[in-house]
Protein backbone atom coordinates (compact mmCIF):
# COMPACT_ATOMS: atom_id res chain seq x y z
CA UNK A 1 0.00 0.00 0.00
CA UNK A 2 2.90 2.71 1.09
CA UNK A 3 4.70 1.66 -2.65
CA UNK A 4 1.21 2.47 -4.47
CA UNK A 5 0.73 5.58 -2.62
CA UNK A 6 4.38 6.51 -3.15
CA UNK A 7 3.78 5.85 -7.52
CA UNK A 8 0.44 8.18 -6.52
CA UNK A 9 2.32 10.96 -5.31
CA UNK A 10 4.74 10.94 -8.01
CA UNK A 11 1.73 10.73 -10.92
CA UNK A 12 -0.31 14.03 -9.05
CA UNK A 13 3.05 15.59 -9.16
CA UNK A 14 3.74 15.50 -12.32
CA UNK A 15 0.22 15.96 -13.58
CA UNK A 16 -0.38 18.58 -11.33
CA UNK A 17 2.15 20.70 -12.97
CA UNK A 18 0.88 19.39 -16.75
CA UNK A 19 -2.46 20.37 -15.50
CA UNK A 20 -1.24 23.87 -14.28
CA UNK A 21 0.82 24.63 -17.84
CA UNK A 22 -1.92 24.08 -20.11
CA UNK A 23 -2.24 26.42 -22.17
CA UNK A 24 -5.60 28.59 -21.56
CA UNK A 25 -7.02 32.23 -23.19
CA UNK A 26 -7.92 32.50 -19.20
CA UNK A 27 -7.30 30.62 -16.13
CA UNK A 28 -9.89 27.70 -15.69
CA UNK A 29 -11.36 28.22 -11.71
CA UNK A 30 -10.03 24.45 -11.16
CA UNK A 31 -6.60 25.81 -12.11
CA UNK A 32 -7.01 28.31 -9.25
CA UNK A 33 -7.66 25.19 -6.59
CA UNK A 34 -4.57 22.52 -7.05
CA UNK A 35 -5.43 21.09 -4.12
CA UNK A 36 -9.18 20.05 -5.35
CA UNK A 37 -7.41 18.57 -8.33
CA UNK A 38 -5.29 16.40 -6.24
CA UNK A 39 -8.09 15.16 -3.72
CA UNK A 40 -9.97 13.73 -7.07
CA UNK A 41 -7.38 12.79 -9.38
CA UNK A 42 -5.97 10.85 -5.66
CA UNK A 43 -9.61 9.22 -5.10
CA UNK A 44 -9.48 8.18 -8.66
CA UNK A 45 -5.45 6.60 -8.66
CA UNK A 46 -6.72 4.78 -5.44
CA UNK A 47 -9.07 2.29 -7.14
CA UNK A 48 -6.28 1.52 -9.82
CA UNK A 49 -4.07 -1.48 -9.16
CA UNK A 50 -0.23 -0.95 -8.86
CA UNK A 51 0.51 -2.50 -12.66
CA UNK A 52 -2.11 -0.02 -14.12
CA UNK A 53 -0.53 3.15 -11.72
CA UNK A 54 3.09 2.07 -12.74
CA UNK A 55 2.20 1.98 -16.51
CA UNK A 56 0.43 5.27 -16.15
CA UNK A 57 3.29 6.76 -14.10
CA UNK A 58 5.60 5.56 -17.03
CA UNK A 59 3.55 7.36 -19.91
CA UNK A 60 3.70 10.29 -18.23
CA UNK A 61 7.31 10.34 -18.08
CA UNK A 62 7.80 9.13 -21.55
CA UNK A 63 5.74 11.97 -22.22
CA UNK A 64 7.59 14.36 -20.26
CA UNK A 65 10.92 13.25 -22.02
CA UNK A 66 9.01 13.91 -25.40
CA UNK A 67 7.93 17.79 -23.89
CA UNK A 68 3.81 16.57 -24.62
CA UNK A 69 2.08 17.78 -21.82
CA UNK A 70 -0.63 14.85 -21.45
CA UNK A 71 -3.19 17.12 -20.08
CA UNK A 72 -3.35 19.63 -22.53
CA UNK A 73 -3.93 16.89 -25.10
CA UNK A 74 -6.89 15.34 -23.07
CA UNK A 75 -8.09 19.28 -23.25
CA UNK A 76 -7.63 19.52 -26.71
CA UNK A 77 -9.42 16.16 -27.72
CA UNK A 78 -12.56 16.76 -25.83
CA UNK A 79 -12.84 20.62 -27.63
CA UNK A 80 -11.88 18.31 -31.02
CA UNK A 81 -8.87 20.47 -31.23
CA UNK A 82 -6.72 17.84 -32.00
CA UNK A 83 -7.19 15.01 -34.53
CA UNK A 84 -7.37 11.58 -32.63
CA UNK A 85 -4.19 9.93 -32.45
CA UNK A 86 -5.01 6.76 -30.36
CA UNK A 87 -7.47 4.17 -32.34
CA UNK A 88 -7.40 2.03 -29.33
CA UNK A 89 -10.41 -0.42 -29.89
CA UNK A 90 -10.07 -0.96 -25.62
CA UNK A 91 -11.29 3.00 -25.40
CA UNK A 92 -14.45 2.20 -26.84
CA UNK A 93 -14.74 -0.91 -24.75
CA UNK A 94 -13.93 0.89 -21.45
CA UNK A 95 -15.87 3.76 -21.97
CA UNK A 96 -18.86 1.57 -22.07
CA UNK A 97 -18.29 -0.01 -18.93
CA UNK A 98 -17.14 3.16 -17.10
CA UNK A 99 -20.69 4.78 -18.38
CA UNK A 100 -22.39 1.58 -16.92
CA UNK A 101 -20.78 2.19 -13.83
CA UNK A 102 -21.35 6.00 -13.93
CA UNK A 103 -25.57 5.41 -14.36
CA UNK A 104 -25.92 3.02 -11.84
CA UNK A 105 -23.69 5.32 -9.15
CA UNK A 106 -26.17 8.56 -10.41
CA UNK A 107 -28.83 6.16 -9.54
CA UNK A 108 -27.47 5.05 -6.61
CA UNK A 109 -25.67 8.40 -5.48
CA UNK A 110 -28.57 11.10 -6.45
CA UNK A 111 -27.12 13.63 -3.89
CA UNK A 112 -23.70 13.37 -4.41
CA UNK A 113 -24.04 13.47 -8.05
CA UNK A 114 -26.02 16.30 -8.20
CA UNK A 115 -24.29 19.32 -9.93
CA UNK A 116 -21.49 16.77 -11.94
CA UNK A 117 -21.26 16.32 -15.62
CA UNK A 118 -24.10 14.99 -17.68
CA UNK A 119 -23.38 11.25 -18.88
CA UNK A 120 -23.60 11.27 -22.78
CA UNK A 121 -21.93 12.72 -25.73
CA UNK A 122 -25.11 13.86 -26.78
CA UNK A 123 -25.34 16.17 -23.74
CA UNK A 124 -22.21 18.53 -24.44
CA UNK A 125 -22.52 21.90 -24.81
CA UNK A 126 -20.22 24.99 -24.90
CA UNK A 127 -18.69 25.17 -21.24
CA UNK A 128 -20.09 22.07 -20.17
CA UNK A 129 -18.39 18.77 -20.93
CA UNK A 130 -20.55 15.10 -20.26
CA UNK A 131 -18.65 12.18 -18.17
CA UNK A 132 -18.42 10.39 -21.62
CA UNK A 133 -16.12 12.71 -23.51
CA UNK A 134 -14.03 13.49 -20.84
CA UNK A 135 -13.34 10.37 -20.20
CA UNK A 136 -12.69 9.74 -23.73
CA UNK A 137 -9.84 12.23 -23.99
CA UNK A 138 -8.61 11.16 -21.23
CA UNK A 139 -8.18 7.57 -22.57
CA UNK A 140 -6.72 8.84 -25.43
CA UNK A 141 -3.56 9.64 -23.52
CA UNK A 142 -2.88 6.23 -22.54
CA UNK A 143 -0.74 3.90 -23.84
CA UNK A 144 -2.14 0.50 -25.43
CA UNK A 145 -0.41 -1.32 -21.80
CA UNK A 146 -2.34 1.08 -19.31
CA UNK A 147 -5.21 0.61 -20.69
CA UNK A 148 -5.32 -2.61 -20.79
CA UNK A 149 -4.38 -2.89 -17.32
CA UNK A 150 -7.20 -0.40 -16.40
CA UNK A 151 -9.48 -2.73 -18.60
CA UNK A 152 -9.09 -5.38 -16.14
CA UNK A 153 -9.03 -3.17 -12.95
CA UNK A 154 -12.53 -2.07 -13.63
CA UNK A 155 -13.73 -5.47 -15.00
CA UNK A 156 -12.65 -6.66 -11.38
CA UNK A 157 -14.60 -3.83 -9.77
CA UNK A 158 -17.36 -5.20 -11.50
CA UNK A 159 -16.86 -8.44 -10.51
CA UNK A 160 -16.90 -7.49 -7.32
CA UNK A 161 -20.38 -5.64 -7.75
CA UNK A 162 -18.50 -2.17 -7.60
CA UNK A 163 -17.48 0.14 -10.61
CA UNK A 164 -14.38 2.39 -11.04
CA UNK A 165 -16.96 5.49 -10.61
CA UNK A 166 -18.17 3.98 -6.85
CA UNK A 167 -14.54 3.49 -5.92
CA UNK A 168 -13.56 6.35 -6.94
CA UNK A 169 -16.59 8.45 -4.94
CA UNK A 170 -15.33 6.16 -1.83
CA UNK A 171 -11.83 6.91 -1.69
CA UNK A 172 -13.27 11.02 -2.24
CA UNK A 173 -15.68 10.34 0.76
CA UNK A 174 -12.95 8.92 2.83
CA UNK A 175 -10.52 12.27 2.04
CA UNK A 176 -13.95 14.89 3.20
CA UNK A 177 -14.04 12.82 6.55
CA UNK A 178 -17.04 10.12 6.47
CA UNK A 179 -17.00 6.47 7.07
CA UNK A 180 -19.28 5.34 3.84
CA UNK A 181 -20.85 6.43 0.74
CA UNK A 182 -23.88 6.36 2.68
CA UNK A 183 -23.18 8.78 5.39
CA UNK A 184 -21.89 11.79 2.65
CA UNK A 185 -25.22 10.65 0.95
CA UNK A 186 -27.29 11.15 3.52
CA UNK A 187 -25.55 14.34 4.82
CA UNK A 188 -25.90 16.35 1.45
CA UNK A 189 -29.65 15.10 1.73
CA UNK A 190 -30.49 16.77 4.52
CA UNK A 191 -28.79 19.71 3.35
CA UNK A 192 -30.65 19.73 -0.02
CA UNK A 193 -33.85 18.97 1.91
CA UNK A 194 -33.74 21.96 4.39
CA UNK A 195 -36.27 24.32 3.50
CA UNK A 196 -35.25 27.94 2.21
Known sequence: ?????????????????????VPTAHRYSCQEDPESFR????????AWSAPTLE????????????KRNLVAVK????DDLLPRENFSPLIATIVELALEGQKRFVADYPCLMRGGR???TEE??????????????????YSDKTLE???????????SGSSLSEATYR????????ESLDMLEETLRKKYDKPG
Do not use: C, V
Open 39 to 46: IHRKAQFA
Open 118 to 120: PLG
Open 55 to 66: SYLMDLLRAGEE
Open 124 to 141: DSPGLTSFETYLRGELET
Open 171 to 178: NLARQWGF
Open 75 to 78: YARM
Open 1 to 21: MEEKNAIIEQILEIELAMFLG
Open 149 to 159: LLYGDMLELRN
